[in-house]
């Protein structure tokens, strides 16, 4: 058995260390656990607060929620159900463009890292019985599984997370738009992305998605060496989706670089975060556990 310190650290271990780890639900259990067990210490109590209605009582339920007075009226055990339990529907929209498949200053590639982070964020939303889906895409949809809450479908989605290999090119705003036409209740849509792509369309398929009335949180996921710009000395750079490549001197083109990610980094702040879209750039080489406070975060905004 781990020790109770361990197990305080594990929301803090290193993006190569979860790599490490072996099944798809094993990393996804661990960064979630590890995550969960240092909620004691931030103001983050619970992810429902707003009293729908009660259900009998299922095995796993937390028992905090039970009724006893309602127990001692009926002899049953029954559980505060909660608007956000009632009702959330959630998608994940996962990046499995071929830029995706770079790893260069970290220990996981930005689609290993993203992968994690879909597999972590519907690991926790299981815990909540939350109905929670999956789109994989490229320049088209590969993989679809509809949002469910049912028993084995966890699995399933942590199956085809596990199995995730880089596409082609990307094109990030057709199932954004395609989802928006398709959704038909309340729901939450995280899309996990580098978002190397025309960032006008991206946005614009956004939009769309948060005025159908959905919740939307992107995280934009970067390698530390796209994010810095470290290389040293003539370099040949060949971009992954189309095989264009140049020849340039890094000391001559960071500035450069440098600047036009700033720019992508302040269109889409400002313009998301303009529209009500959580947004946030994540870093590969840094622990999940930032990813995770964001969309905890983005639901506690919307109570």
Not at 192 to 212: M, T, Y
């Amino acid at each position: 058995m781990p020790s109770s310190s361990t197990t305080r650290d594990l929301r803090f271990l290193d993006p190569g260390v979860i790599a490490r780890l072996g099944t798809m639900e094993l990393k996804a259990r661990t960064v979630v656990e590890g995550f969960l067990s240092g909620l004691h210490r931030s103001p983050y109590k619970g992810f429902s607060v707003e009293f729908a209605e009660y259900r009998q009582y299922l095995p796993g339920d937390d028992l905090n929620t039970l009724d006893w007075k309602v127990y001692a009226r009926t002899d049953r055990h029954y559980v505060k159900k909660f608007e956000e339990e009632t009702n959330l529907e959630c998608h994940l929209l996962l990046d499995q463009s071929a830029s995706m498949g770079y790893r260069g200053g970290s220990a996981m590639s930005k689609l290993e890292y993203g992968s994690v982070l879909a597999a972590s964020l519907a690991y926790l939303m299981n815990r909540q019985r939350d109905a929670t889906g999956l789109i994989a895409f490229d320049e088209q949809i590969r993989v679809r599984l509809p949002a469910a809450g049912r028993s084995g479908h966890l699995h399933a989605l942590l199956v085809a997370l596990e199995r995730m290999k880089p596409g082609l090119k990307s094109n990030v705003a057709r199932p954004l738009h395609q989802l928006a036409e398709a959704l038909q209740k309340r729901s939450l849509v995280v899309l996990i992305s580098d978002l190397l792509d025309d960032p006008e369309p991206v946005i614009k398929g956004l939009r769309h998605l948060k005025c159908r009335g959905t919740e939307v949180v992107v995280f934009q996921v970067l390698d530390p060496n796209e994010l810095t710009f470290p290389f040293k000395g003539a370099s040949r750079f060949t971009d992954v989706e189309t095989d264009d490549h140049v020849v340039a001197d890094p000391a001559r083109a960071r500035a450069d670089y440098l600047r036009e990610l700033a720019g992508l980094t302040r269109r889409y702040d400002r313009e998301l975060r303009g529209a009500g879209i959580d947004y946030v750039q994540l870093d590969t080489s840094q622990p999940l556990e930032f990813a995770l406070t964001t969309y905890l975060s983005a639901r506690g905004r919307r109570k």
